[in-house]
């Protein structure tokens, strides 16, 4: 059996216990296992097996992550998601299709303390939607947008995603989560401006406007102000070198705990579950990245990587034209995988066969941009049918409204981040503008 043809199978192998519905992190470990297996044997095996968990858990990047997953945790139970919603409904509630815009915006600024789509999504949806079905948004608008709103929360940083390329690929998170920012600002300025022209082409889908009090802008102005203090203490000493990220992620949490606490909201029973379910999600990624690690490690013995960049090489096509074969591929995979799954599985493979294409940037700014690139991608496989893992939770949230519905809705979404990332792919400036003012 050769070398590609052993990858293909375990590749198979994968999907199908996926398909029969066996945790993504026990598929690859099964299937990584069976490869490993093959072509060491036993003793090799099992001496890995010794040192894998401590390899991989003995990273110090890797605290960021239920850092930053805790932070958004005290900020879901301490009442910060209907606050943000509040105040963006405030400034852009007499637009037509103003709180679908307002709760892109309550999502966009609920990712910067939270790092997490799903969390994201989910949380501002249990504020957001009510209330716009009150106001006479229709369903498909409604969760449409929600769920597209909801991919802001690993497009701006702090982004879970991010951190574990970072960790990958051996980049300055400090620098990947820099990079991210411009394009998440484009990604919810497009967001608005899809839903402007959307209300106006189909109408029925939003009321004319709503009516905002003057008082009640200003008292959300208020009760905002901590969130947007935390905001510039973190990623204000991140970005300027006070501290690291994991640092960053730490006090972030800390004052996201002193914020929730000052409101009366953070009881100790909403404590207890702040923890647990970071716990849980930490848990859920730390497994994945075990079993990621063994199927790559698989991977690794056959050759299977060396051999089909090689391959691509051999083609002679354009270096951006293999780029843009991958970003279809991410795709294309978003379609029947998750996004933490996705990066710790495809960009040991991909990430080398990029280095070694010549696209006119220097190593670490190639890194940069490929990383921000993969992100869009993933984000459009979390809203993108069949599957939209985004799209599956808002409309499950909202059982008037039929999935097809919803997914009607994503295409006005989908078509902005198709020429978000076009932007970004053919000009790497937009991404790297701040990462290059950082040095």
Same mark, same amino acid.
């Given at each position: 059996?050769?070398?590609?043809? $052993?990858?293909? &199978?375990?590749?198979?192998?994968?999907? /199908?216990?996926? +398909?029969?519905?066996?945790?993504?992190?026990?598929?690859?470990?099964?299937?990584?296992?069976?490869?490993?297996?093959?072509?060491?044997?036993?003793?090799?095996?099992?001496?890995?097996?010794?040192? $894998?968990?401590?390899?991989?858990?003995? /990273?110090?990047?890797?605290?960021?992550?239920?850092?930053?997953?805790?932070?958004?945790?005290?900020?879901?139970?301490?009442?910060?998601?209907?606050?943000? *919603?509040? *105040?963006?409904?405030?400034?852009?509630?007499?637009?037509?299709?103003?709180?679908?815009?307002?709760?892109?915006?309550?999502?966009?600024?609920?990712?910067?303390?939270?790092?997490?789509?799903?969390?994201?999504?989910?949380?501002?949806?249990? &504020?957001?939607?009510?209330?716009?079905?009150?106001?006479?948004?229709?369903? #498909?608008?409604?969760?449409?947008?929600?769920?597209?709103?909801?991919?802001?929360?690993?497009?701006?940083?702090?982004?879970?995603?991010?951190?574990?390329?970072?960790?990958?690929?051996?980049?300055?998170?400090?620098?990947? *989560?820099?990079?991210?920012?411009? !394009?998440?600002?484009?990604?919810?300025?497009?967001?608005?401006?899809? %839903? +402007? %022209?959307?209300?106006?082409?189909?109408?029925?889908?939003?009321?004319?406007?709503?009516?905002?009090?003057?008082?009640?802008?200003?008292?959300?102005? #208020?009760?905002?102000?901590?969130?947007?203090?935390?905001?510039?203490? /973190?990623?204000?000493?991140?970005?300027?070198?006070?501290?690291?990220?994991?640092?960053?992620?730490?006090?972030?949490?800390?004052?996201? *705990?002193?914020?929730?606490?000052?409101?009366?909201? =953070?009881?100790?029973?909403?404590?207890?579950?702040?923890?647990?379910?970071?716990?849980?999600?930490?848990?859920?990624?730390?497994?994945?990245?075990?079993?990621?690690?063994?199927?790559?490690?698989?991977?690794?013995?056959?050759?299977?990587?060396?051999?089909?960049?090689?391959?691509?090489?051999?083609?002679?096509?354009? !270096?951006?034209?293999? /780029?843009?074969?991958? $970003?279809?591929? @991410?795709?294309?995979?978003?379609?029947?995988?998750?996004?933490?799954?996705?990066? $710790?599985?495809?960009?040991?493979?991909?990430?080398?066969?990029?280095?070694?294409?010549? =696209?006119?940037? !220097?190593?670490?700014?190639?890194?940069?941009?490929?990383?921000?690139?993969?992100?869009?991608?993933?984000?459009?496989?979390?809203?993108?049918?069949?599957?939209?893992?985004?799209?599956? &939770?808002?409309?499950?949230?909202?059982?008037?409204?039929?999935?097809?519905?919803? @997914?009607?809705? &994503?295409?006005?979404?989908?078509?902005?981040?198709?020429?978000?990332?076009? =932007?970004?792919?053919?000009?790497?400036?937009?991404?790297?503008?701040?990462?290059?003012?950082?040095?």
């Amino acid at each position: 059996m050769t070398a590609l043809t $052993l990858a293909a &199978v375990l590749f198979t192998v994968m999907l /199908v216990l996926m +398909a029969l519905r066996v945790p993504i992190a026990a598929s690859m470990f099964l299937a990584g296992t069976l490869g490993y297996l093959m072509q060491a044997g036993w003793l090799p095996w099992s001496n890995y097996m010794k040192s $894998l968990a401590y390899a991989r858990f003995s /990273v110090y990047d890797l605290s960021v992550i239920p850092l930053f997953l805790l932070m958004g945790q005290f900020a879901t139970h301490g009442g910060l998601s209907r606050s943000l *919603f509040s *105040f963006a409904s405030g400034l852009f509630g007499r637009l037509r299709g103003g709180m679908a815009m307002a709760a892109v915006l309550a999502c966009a600024a609920f990712g910067a303390v939270c790092g997490s789509s799903i969390a994201t999504a989910a949380t501002i949806a249990s &504020v957001a939607l009510p209330e716009m079905r009150r106001h006479g948004y229709s369903g #498909r608008l409604t969760t449409a947008t929600l769920a597209a709103g909801g991919t802001l929360g690993i497009l701006i940083p702090p982004s879970v995603v991010l951190v574990i390329y970072a960790i990958l690929t051996e980049q300055n998170i400090a620098k990947l *989560f820099a990079a991210a920012f411009i !394009p998440g600002l484009i990604a919810a300025g497009g967001y608005m401006i899809a %839903i +402007a %022209i959307y209300v106006r082409l189909v109408p029925g889908h939003a009321p004319e406007h709503d009516t905002v009090e003057r008082d009640a802008l200003l008292k959300s102005l #208020r009760e905002v102000s901590p969130i947007i203090v935390i905001f510039l203490i /973190v990623f204000g000493g991140i970005y300027g070198g006070k501290f690291t990220p994991t640092e960053g992620a730490a006090i972030g949490a800390a004052a996201t *705990f002193i914020t929730a606490v000052s409101k009366g909201e =953070l009881t100790w029973k909403k404590f207890a579950a702040s923890f647990y379910s970071t716990a849980e999600s930490s848990g859920m990624i730390f497994m994945i990245f075990l079993g990621a690690d063994m199927l790559n490690s698989a991977l690794a013995l056959t050759q299977a990587p060396n051999q089909l960049a090689e391959a691509v090489g051999g083609l002679g096509l354009p !270096p951006l034209a293999v /780029v843009i074969a991958i $970003l279809v591929f @991410y795709v294309i995979l978003g379609c029947v995988m998750d996004e933490l799954s996705m990066i $710790l599985l495809t960009i040991p493979i991909f990430f080398p066969m990029v280095m070694g294409l010549d =696209l006119g940037l !220097p190593a670490e700014e190639k890194a940069i941009w490929f990383g921000i690139l993969v992100l869009m991608v993933v984000e459009i496989g979390l809203i993108a049918p069949p599957v939209g893992l985004n799209v599956y &939770v808002i409309n499950g949230m909202d059982r008037d409204t039929p999935i097809a519905e919803s @997914y009607r809705g &994503v295409v006005p979404f989908l078509i902005s981040d198709c020429i978000r990332t076009l =932007l970004l792919l053919f000009f790497p400036a937009i991404s790297l503008y701040l990462v290059r003012m950082m040095g």
